[in-house]
Protein backbone atom coordinates (compact mmCIF):
# COMPACT_ATOMS: atom_id res chain seq x y z
CA UNK A 1 0.00 0.00 0.00
CA UNK A 2 1.28 3.53 -0.49
CA UNK A 3 2.30 6.03 1.59
CA UNK A 4 0.52 8.98 1.03
CA UNK A 5 0.03 11.99 2.88
CA UNK A 6 -2.14 14.91 2.09
CA UNK A 7 -0.47 17.43 0.70
CA UNK A 8 -0.28 20.98 2.36
CA UNK A 9 1.29 23.92 1.12
CA UNK A 10 2.05 27.83 2.96
CA UNK A 11 -1.03 29.52 1.10
CA UNK A 12 0.72 33.01 0.58
CA UNK A 13 3.89 33.89 0.16
CA UNK A 14 6.08 36.91 -1.08
CA UNK A 15 9.21 36.66 -2.65
CA UNK A 16 12.31 39.06 -3.35
CA UNK A 17 14.59 41.72 -2.39
CA UNK A 18 12.65 43.87 0.02
CA UNK A 19 8.90 41.92 0.12
CA UNK A 20 9.76 42.62 4.00
CA UNK A 21 8.44 45.70 3.53
CA UNK A 22 4.93 44.16 2.28
CA UNK A 23 4.49 42.37 5.16
CA UNK A 24 0.98 44.45 6.14
CA UNK A 25 -0.48 43.21 2.71
CA UNK A 26 -0.57 39.74 4.76
CA UNK A 27 -1.91 40.31 8.24
CA UNK A 28 -4.90 40.03 9.44
CA UNK A 29 -6.22 43.61 9.97
CA UNK A 30 -6.79 44.96 13.29
CA UNK A 31 -10.42 45.88 13.74
CA UNK A 32 -10.58 47.40 17.34
CA UNK A 33 -8.06 49.24 19.39
CA UNK A 34 -7.22 45.72 21.44
CA UNK A 35 -6.60 44.09 18.70
CA UNK A 36 -2.61 43.55 18.32
CA UNK A 37 0.05 41.39 17.21
CA UNK A 38 2.77 38.90 18.23
CA UNK A 39 6.19 39.58 17.04
CA UNK A 40 8.84 36.43 17.94
CA UNK A 41 12.37 38.35 17.01
CA UNK A 42 15.52 36.69 17.10
CA UNK A 43 17.43 38.84 19.22
CA UNK A 44 20.52 39.23 17.06
CA UNK A 45 18.41 41.12 14.94
CA UNK A 46 17.93 43.33 18.57
CA UNK A 47 18.67 47.59 17.73
CA UNK A 48 19.46 46.17 14.29
CA UNK A 49 17.67 47.86 10.87
CA UNK A 50 15.02 44.94 10.13
CA UNK A 51 12.56 45.16 13.10
CA UNK A 52 11.56 48.64 12.30
CA UNK A 53 10.55 47.64 9.19
CA UNK A 54 7.79 45.33 10.91
CA UNK A 55 6.01 48.34 11.51
CA UNK A 56 4.62 47.11 15.37
CA UNK A 57 2.97 49.00 17.36
CA UNK A 58 2.97 50.19 21.26
CA UNK A 59 -0.05 47.59 21.57
CA UNK A 60 2.07 45.02 19.69
CA UNK A 61 4.39 42.65 21.52
CA UNK A 62 8.01 41.90 20.75
CA UNK A 63 9.29 38.81 21.66
CA UNK A 64 13.43 38.85 20.96
CA UNK A 65 14.27 35.13 21.37
CA UNK A 66 17.86 34.10 21.98
CA UNK A 67 17.67 31.18 19.11
CA UNK A 68 21.64 31.57 18.96
CA UNK A 69 22.11 30.29 22.95
CA UNK A 70 20.47 26.81 22.38
CA UNK A 71 18.09 24.59 20.48
CA UNK A 72 14.65 26.47 21.57
CA UNK A 73 13.23 24.00 24.41
CA UNK A 74 9.15 23.92 25.08
CA UNK A 75 10.03 25.37 28.28
CA UNK A 76 10.79 28.27 26.36
CA UNK A 77 7.46 28.43 24.03
CA UNK A 78 5.40 27.81 27.56
CA UNK A 79 7.26 30.98 29.12
CA UNK A 80 6.05 33.25 26.16
CA UNK A 81 2.62 32.04 25.94
CA UNK A 82 2.62 32.64 29.68
CA UNK A 83 4.09 36.36 29.25
CA UNK A 84 1.09 36.66 26.61
CA UNK A 85 -1.35 35.42 28.41
CA UNK A 86 -0.47 37.78 31.52
CA UNK A 87 0.01 41.27 29.21
CA UNK A 88 -3.24 40.71 27.16
CA UNK A 89 -5.74 37.79 29.19
CA UNK A 90 -8.12 36.07 26.94
CA UNK A 91 -7.48 38.73 24.21
CA UNK A 92 -5.95 36.67 21.65
CA UNK A 93 -3.36 38.20 18.97
CA UNK A 94 -4.49 39.09 15.39
CA UNK A 95 -1.29 36.81 14.25
CA UNK A 96 1.59 35.36 15.23
CA UNK A 97 4.84 36.61 13.04
CA UNK A 98 8.60 34.78 13.66
CA UNK A 99 11.95 36.25 11.89
CA UNK A 100 14.60 34.68 12.06
CA UNK A 101 16.29 31.46 11.92
CA UNK A 102 14.60 28.14 11.95
CA UNK A 103 14.44 28.21 15.53
CA UNK A 104 13.21 31.61 15.60
CA UNK A 105 10.16 30.67 13.32
CA UNK A 106 9.95 27.00 15.16
CA UNK A 107 8.87 29.17 18.61
CA UNK A 108 6.51 31.44 16.77
CA UNK A 109 4.60 28.24 15.50
CA UNK A 110 4.81 26.72 18.78
CA UNK A 111 3.82 29.79 20.49
CA UNK A 112 0.59 30.28 17.35
CA UNK A 113 -0.43 26.68 19.02
CA UNK A 114 0.02 27.25 22.29
CA UNK A 115 -2.19 29.92 22.91
CA UNK A 116 -5.57 27.83 21.56
CA UNK A 117 -3.95 24.69 23.20
CA UNK A 118 -4.22 23.52 26.81
CA UNK A 119 -1.56 22.39 29.16
CA UNK A 120 2.70 22.38 28.24
CA UNK A 121 3.76 22.32 24.51
CA UNK A 122 6.24 19.39 25.39
CA UNK A 123 2.67 17.22 24.98
CA UNK A 124 1.98 18.01 21.67
CA UNK A 125 5.56 16.97 20.62
CA UNK A 126 4.95 14.16 18.02
CA UNK A 127 2.56 13.40 14.87
CA UNK A 128 -0.79 15.10 15.17
CA UNK A 129 -1.46 15.53 18.63
CA UNK A 130 -2.32 19.00 18.33
CA UNK A 131 -6.52 19.09 18.86
CA UNK A 132 -7.28 22.62 18.16
CA UNK A 133 -5.83 25.09 15.22
CA UNK A 134 -2.85 27.56 15.98
CA UNK A 135 -3.70 31.30 15.11
CA UNK A 136 -2.78 32.87 12.14
CA UNK A 137 0.89 33.30 11.53
CA UNK A 138 3.75 34.48 9.52
CA UNK A 139 7.12 33.34 9.12
CA UNK A 140 10.16 35.78 7.71
CA UNK A 141 13.64 33.56 7.66
CA UNK A 142 16.24 35.87 7.90
CA UNK A 143 19.17 32.64 7.34
CA UNK A 144 18.08 30.27 4.83
CA UNK A 145 18.03 26.46 4.77
CA UNK A 146 16.34 25.42 7.73
CA UNK A 147 12.52 24.89 5.44
CA UNK A 148 11.51 25.77 8.85
CA UNK A 149 9.09 28.48 6.13
CA UNK A 150 7.59 25.27 4.46
CA UNK A 151 7.30 22.45 7.24
CA UNK A 152 4.65 21.48 9.85
CA UNK A 153 7.31 20.59 12.30
CA UNK A 154 8.15 22.95 15.19
CA UNK A 155 11.30 21.54 16.77
CA UNK A 156 11.95 21.31 20.66
CA UNK A 157 13.80 20.17 23.18
CA UNK A 158 12.22 18.84 26.00
CA UNK A 159 13.47 17.68 28.86
CA UNK A 160 14.70 14.31 27.65
CA UNK A 161 14.21 14.42 23.98
CA UNK A 162 14.43 16.73 21.15
CA UNK A 163 10.91 16.53 19.06
CA UNK A 164 8.97 18.53 16.81
CA UNK A 165 5.10 19.22 17.42
CA UNK A 166 4.36 17.90 13.76
CA UNK A 167 1.11 19.49 12.60
CA UNK A 168 -0.68 20.95 9.59
CA UNK A 169 -2.00 23.37 12.47
CA UNK A 170 1.67 24.40 12.61
CA UNK A 171 2.40 25.25 9.41
CA UNK A 172 2.64 29.39 8.17
CA UNK A 173 -0.72 30.92 7.20
CA UNK A 174 2.20 33.67 4.90
CA UNK A 175 5.76 33.59 4.36
CA UNK A 176 8.26 36.52 3.24
CA UNK A 177 10.98 35.06 1.42
CA UNK A 178 13.27 38.55 1.52
CA UNK A 179 16.76 37.85 0.33
CA UNK A 180 18.12 41.18 1.42
CA UNK A 181 17.52 39.89 4.92
CA UNK A 182 20.38 36.68 4.45
CA UNK A 183 23.01 38.84 2.99
CA UNK A 184 24.82 39.68 6.01
CA UNK A 185 24.48 36.24 7.81
CA UNK A 186 28.07 35.06 8.64
CA UNK A 187 29.42 32.51 6.57
CA UNK A 188 30.07 29.55 8.86
CA UNK A 189 26.22 30.33 9.85
CA UNK A 190 24.75 30.62 6.31
CA UNK A 191 27.60 27.36 5.61
CA UNK A 192 25.81 25.20 7.81
CA UNK A 193 22.05 26.46 7.39
CA UNK A 194 22.35 25.39 3.20
CA UNK A 195 24.17 22.32 4.55
CA UNK A 196 20.67 21.90 6.45
CA UNK A 197 18.66 22.31 2.98
CA UNK A 198 21.50 20.16 0.94
CA UNK A 199 21.64 17.30 3.49
CA UNK A 200 17.72 16.94 4.20
CA UNK A 201 17.23 16.78 0.13
CA UNK A 202 19.56 14.05 0.07
CA UNK A 203 17.97 12.40 2.53
CA UNK A 204 14.62 12.61 0.90
CA UNK A 205 15.91 11.63 -2.44
CA UNK A 206 17.44 8.85 -1.49
CA UNK A 207 14.43 7.19 1.05
CA UNK A 208 11.59 4.30 0.98
CA UNK A 209 9.10 7.54 1.73
CA UNK A 210 9.76 9.42 -1.48
CA UNK A 211 6.79 10.30 -4.37
CA UNK A 212 7.47 11.93 -7.71
CA UNK A 213 6.34 15.38 -6.38
CA UNK A 214 8.59 15.65 -3.52
CA UNK A 215 11.10 14.65 -5.60
CA UNK A 216 10.60 17.06 -8.22
CA UNK A 217 10.84 19.74 -5.13
CA UNK A 218 13.84 18.12 -3.54
CA UNK A 219 15.99 17.97 -7.05
CA UNK A 220 15.70 21.52 -7.57
CA UNK A 221 16.86 22.44 -4.13
CA UNK A 222 19.63 20.09 -4.59
CA UNK A 223 20.78 21.55 -7.87
CA UNK A 224 20.10 25.24 -6.21
CA UNK A 225 22.37 24.24 -3.12
CA UNK A 226 25.08 23.03 -5.30
CA UNK A 227 25.33 26.21 -7.43
CA UNK A 228 25.27 27.88 -4.45
CA UNK A 229 28.18 26.04 -2.61
CA UNK A 230 30.44 24.51 -5.01
CA UNK A 231 30.24 27.45 -7.93
CA UNK A 232 28.32 31.05 -7.19
CA UNK A 233 24.83 30.61 -7.06
CA UNK A 234 23.45 34.04 -5.18
CA UNK A 235 21.06 34.48 -2.17
CA UNK A 236 18.06 34.37 -4.04
CA UNK A 237 18.92 31.17 -5.39
CA UNK A 238 20.01 30.00 -1.88
CA UNK A 239 16.28 31.22 -0.29
CA UNK A 240 14.19 29.37 -3.08
CA UNK A 241 16.51 26.16 -2.04
CA UNK A 242 15.46 26.26 1.40
CA UNK A 243 11.77 26.73 0.51
CA UNK A 244 11.59 23.68 -1.79
CA UNK A 245 13.81 21.87 0.32
CA UNK A 246 11.39 22.25 2.91
CA UNK A 247 8.36 21.45 0.72
CA UNK A 248 9.75 18.11 -0.23
CA UNK A 249 10.49 17.20 3.25
CA UNK A 250 7.02 18.14 4.45
CA UNK A 251 5.63 15.01 1.92
CA UNK A 252 8.59 12.95 2.49
CA UNK A 253 11.08 12.38 5.05
CA UNK A 254 14.50 12.96 6.38
CA UNK A 255 17.02 10.16 6.85
CA UNK A 256 19.93 8.59 9.40
CA UNK A 257 21.87 12.21 9.25
CA UNK A 258 18.95 13.92 11.13
CA UNK A 259 18.13 11.03 13.16
CA UNK A 260 21.86 11.20 14.47
CA UNK A 261 22.33 15.05 14.63
CA UNK A 262 19.06 14.80 16.79
CA UNK A 263 21.33 12.62 19.74
CA UNK A 264 24.22 15.48 19.22
CA UNK A 265 21.75 18.33 19.78
CA UNK A 266 20.53 16.86 22.78
CA UNK A 267 23.51 15.99 24.62
CA UNK A 268 26.12 18.33 23.18
CA UNK A 269 23.41 21.78 22.58
CA UNK A 270 24.55 22.01 19.21
CA UNK A 271 22.15 24.21 16.77
CA UNK A 272 20.73 21.96 14.16
CA UNK A 273 22.30 23.08 11.06
CA UNK A 274 25.92 22.50 12.43
CA UNK A 275 24.88 19.34 14.13
CA UNK A 276 23.93 17.73 10.90
CA UNK A 277 27.23 18.75 9.38
CA UNK A 278 29.44 16.44 11.97
CA UNK A 279 26.88 13.58 11.51
CA UNK A 280 27.15 13.80 7.79
CA UNK A 281 30.49 13.94 7.87
CA UNK A 282 30.90 10.09 8.77
CA UNK A 283 27.97 8.98 6.80
CA UNK A 284 30.02 7.73 3.45
CA UNK A 285 27.97 4.41 3.56
CA UNK A 286 25.00 5.76 3.58
CA UNK A 287 25.51 9.18 1.68
CA UNK A 288 28.24 8.27 -0.07
CA UNK A 289 29.00 10.57 -3.47
CA UNK A 290 26.96 13.36 -1.16
CA UNK A 291 29.35 13.35 1.78
CA UNK A 292 32.45 13.60 -0.87
CA UNK A 293 30.48 16.88 -2.69
CA UNK A 294 29.89 17.95 1.22
CA UNK A 295 33.20 17.86 1.80
CA UNK A 296 34.44 19.77 -1.00
CA UNK A 297 31.79 22.44 0.23
CA UNK A 298 33.55 22.35 3.33
CA UNK A 299 36.92 23.16 1.78
CA UNK A 300 35.91 25.60 -1.07
CA UNK A 301 34.32 27.62 1.62
CA UNK A 302 36.84 27.02 4.36
CA UNK A 303 34.48 25.43 7.29
CA UNK A 304 36.59 23.54 9.88
CA UNK A 305 34.14 21.07 11.51
CA UNK A 306 35.81 19.91 14.70
CA UNK A 307 37.13 16.31 15.62
CA UNK A 308 35.85 13.78 18.23
CA UNK A 309 33.52 15.59 19.44
CA UNK A 310 31.91 12.66 21.15
CA UNK A 311 35.19 11.95 22.97
CA UNK A 312 34.32 13.23 26.53
CA UNK A 313 30.75 12.19 26.86
CA UNK A 314 30.40 8.82 29.42
CA UNK A 315 28.99 5.73 29.06
CA UNK A 316 24.95 7.38 30.26
CA UNK A 317 25.55 10.58 27.64
CA UNK A 318 25.98 8.07 25.03
CA UNK A 319 23.15 5.70 26.20
CA UNK A 320 20.42 9.17 26.22
CA UNK A 321 22.16 9.66 22.44
CA UNK A 322 21.63 6.11 21.37
CA UNK A 323 17.71 6.43 22.82
CA UNK A 324 17.13 9.50 21.16
CA UNK A 325 18.10 8.19 17.60
CA UNK A 326 16.39 5.28 18.15
CA UNK A 327 12.85 7.29 18.63
CA UNK A 328 13.58 8.73 14.92
CA UNK A 329 11.59 5.85 14.00
CA UNK A 330 9.81 7.81 10.79
CA UNK A 331 13.32 9.06 9.46
CA UNK A 332 14.88 5.87 9.43
CA UNK A 333 12.26 3.47 7.99
CA UNK A 334 12.36 6.41 5.33
CA UNK A 335 16.15 5.62 5.11
CA UNK A 336 16.36 2.06 5.39
CA UNK A 337 13.32 0.52 5.29
CA UNK A 338 10.68 -1.66 7.76
CA UNK A 339 13.79 -3.69 8.76
CA UNK A 340 15.96 -0.56 10.19
CA UNK A 341 15.87 -1.68 13.79
CA UNK A 342 18.37 -4.61 12.23
CA UNK A 343 20.46 -2.64 10.20
CA UNK A 344 21.10 0.42 12.61
CA UNK A 345 21.79 -1.69 15.92
CA UNK A 346 22.54 0.34 18.63
CA UNK A 347 26.15 -0.73 18.72
CA UNK A 348 26.05 0.88 15.19
CA UNK A 349 24.79 3.94 16.21
CA UNK A 350 27.79 3.97 18.64
CA UNK A 351 30.22 3.55 16.20
CA UNK A 352 29.22 6.41 14.26
CA UNK A 353 28.97 8.79 17.10
CA UNK A 354 32.32 7.52 18.21
CA UNK A 355 33.42 8.39 14.37
CA UNK A 356 32.16 11.80 14.87
Not at 171 to 176: E, P, R, T
Not at 247 to 276: D, P, Q, T
Request: glycine share 8%; hydrophobic share 40%.
Amino acid sequence: MSNFRIFKQVPRLLFGADSVDRLAELLPPKTSPEDYYVFVIDDVHKGGLIPPRLKATENDIIEYFPASKKEPSTAQVDEVRDKIVSLKGKQKPKSVIGLGGGSTMDVAKAVSVMLCNEGSSSQYQGWDLVPVPGLHKIGIPTVAGSGAEASRTAVLMGKDRKFGINSDFSMFDAIILDSSLIKNVPTDQRFYSGMDCYIHCVESLQGTMINELARGYASKALDLCESVFLADGDDDMLMTASYLGGVSIVNSEVGVCHALSYGLSLELGYRHGFANCVAFNVLDDYYGPWVDKFRQMLEIHKVTLPKNVTKSLDENAMKRMVEMTLRMERPLTNALGPDWKNILTPEKIVRLYEKM
